[in-house]
DNA sequence: TAGTTTTATGAAAGCACTTTCATTGTATAC
DNA sequence: GTATACAATGAAAGTGCTTTCATAAAACTA
């Protein structure tokens, strides 16, 4: 009860107040289950009346581990970030590891992020999303031994959970060629913070590609990009769709794209599918909700699979660094 | 230079590589003018040769300069959990905390973090979202100091922000009624977790109450329940349409199954808002895109005041708990 | 009732450092 | 040329924790 005004309590102050080993303090702390019910609650009182913190330092040092995985991820603008996100928490909560998450709303921030987390060693692995890093940073990583996995971006030296964004554009293009459609749209954006991958423009390439193949032209004013924003987006898609002689389908870049294009189609009375064919990209929780055609990236599984390659480099950091593929199909719904 | 692939360097491997003993490493680091010059350079060398950090000194450093705040959640399987979240990270992320998040699918998580996260935890606050906790827990978090602050659950000692779903409830029905609706039916869900908390109940009460209020009756046939899915929603949904007497409007008590209900509409050939309204409870993101009307409980808002109370609780413990309540209203949009 | 398994605990050996103390070899004083 | 003060270093003892291993006691099994 009275606070020792001495330095703070340490595990053999509690061992001494609980009468029992330091040891079982440390199992009571870690594994309860393994200490006698009325043991654990003696300890228990002796904890709460000495105040009794474990040293974070101590026990990172014992442990050779600090049970903690870091995320850096752009802010939660766009869904499909949260989706991974999800990914990774799923695969993360069965598993004795914290998460912790670094959300990145400027280059200051990612930079800041690259060069503390490395050297601080409160991490046992890290992950980084959506986002952009470069050869000093990698070499960071690789230095202070800290195991890494990228999502959405490759590198050679680190492991990495890859999307073929410009086989998707292909994909989508190739559908909609395949319906019949000779008019094909696409609607993109114009995210251009420098930190940020950009996969919305190898979507286009791949889309680009495929038409061509097909012998089918891609007029420019075919090609539209929008601010990520709902509005903006149904203003570009509202747009395009009142040109002399409009498109009969639309590759939306993303899903969340996609809807603004619904939306305008919806005001101008224009009939999905009949009119309009809406092809999107993600295959976000709400693209299921809205019935929306798309080019399925499996965006939960993109973090559960990090997680898998980062757990198993931390098991076993001999193991050469690891690129998956995650394959991309589509899922046919009611707009396309 | 050659990367030791194994773990990260130590103090001794300095000390081998520099032909020095692992005293004179400590001393160089903390008092390099008690080391011989020529003795100070060599290990200054084999230190930028092994990438070392002395680690206990980094992650002390790192835990001064900053702060963690810890983040109980259900896992991220309704939007409104996402959506506060991002409140939360985005008023985290100017000030200089990480973001630890727990998500919680059992009640057994649940009463291991609170039982020892107060302890183990590293914590500087935590917050605790959507989830009831006893009174044991809460008195433990008092107890350890630990800043914390609920969401959606009121507590007397803990700070709160809270939601008056009763409220929100009561709203919908109004809104209804002053439309001219008088056969409104409302849809729930049936999530019985006890780890979590349920405000759909409360919605449903408000609701009762104003129709009660109203004089307008509300035969049971118009109390639905179907799990948390889209599909499962829409199927309950579509049975309520196909009653002899259906309602005119609907009540769905989270925008998630407002869309199961807009989907089975749909699917049945009925318009909205002409033959049937819709009005949600939440204003998630998707609901702008649909453009559903519901009641809006400002869920980014949410987060970002939890993150704000617990601050000035942090700065200044000796505050007293508070307990804010956030308005709701209604947001007009297209289906009802 | 002896034999076996399980449960609960403690002793002691790490972990990555810091610090104290003893031991060198030297520079300075007389 | 001897006594003395330093300077530079290492051995070893702490630091606060976890974990392995051994053991004693309790609980089953045959």
Redesign the interface.
């Known amino acids: 009860m009275i606070p020792k005004n001495k330095k703070s309590a340490t595990i053999y102050d509690v061992a001494e107040l609980s009468g029992v080993s330091i040891a079982t303090i440390s199992r009571v702390?870690n594994a309860p289950e393994k200490v006698n019910s009325e043991t654990r609650a003696r300890v228990f009182k002796a904890?709460?009346d000495l105040?009794?913190?474990?040293k974070?330092?101590a026990?990172?040092?014992a442990l050779?581990h600090t049970g903690?995985i870091g995320v850096i991820t752009p802010?939660?603008t766009a869904?499909s970030f949260?989706q991974r996100?999800?990914g990774l928490?799923?695969a993360l909560?069965k598993e004795r590891y914290?998460?912790?998450?670094?959300?990145?709303?400027s280059t200051d921030?990612l930079i800041n992020y690259l060069s503390?987390l490395p050297?601080?060693?409160?991490l046992d692995g890290l992950v980084i999303m959506s986002l952009s890093i470069g050869e000093e940073d990698a070499r960071r990583l690789?230095?202070?031994?800290l195991p890494t996995v990228l999502i959405e971006y490759p590198h050679p030296t680190l492991s990495s959970v890859e999307i073929d964004d410009a086989a998707g554009g292909r994909m989508a293009a190739e559908y909609l060629i395949a319906k019949g459609h000779r008019r094909i749209a696409f609607l993109g954006d114009t995210d251009t913070a420098e930190y940020s991958i950009h996969p919305i423009s190898q979507r286009l390439v791949g889309f680009r590609q495929a038409l061509l193949d097909a012998h089918i032209p891609l007029p420019e004013e075919f090609v539209r990009l929008a601010p990520y924003t709902?509005d903006q987006t149904r203003q570009v898609a509202s747009d395009l769709l009142r040109i002399s002689s409009p498109p009969t389908a639309i590759f939306a870049a993303t899903d969340f794209q996609a809807?603004g294009v619904l939306?305008a189609a919806r005001q101008l009375g224009v009939h999905v599918p009949e009119q309009l064919a809406v092809i999107g990209f993600d295959d976000l929780?709400?693209a299921?909700?809205?019935?929306l055609t798309t080019v399925r990236q499996y965006l939960d599984e993109s973090g559960r699979l990090a997680i898998e390659i980062l757990l198993s480099r931390i098991a076993d950091?001999?193991r050469p660094a690891q690129h998956i593929h995650i394959p991309l199909d589509i899922v046919e719904r009611a707009t396309a």
Do not use: C, M, W
């Open positions: 702390l904890i709460d105040a009794f913190v474990p974070a330092e026990r990172a040092r050779r903690r802010f939660f869904p949260v996100l999800r928490a799923g909560s914290e998460l912790v998450i670094y959300t990145v709303e921030q503390s050297i601080t060693g409160n690789l230095e202070h031994n709902q809807l939306k929780d709400l299921e909700y809205v019935d950091p001999s």
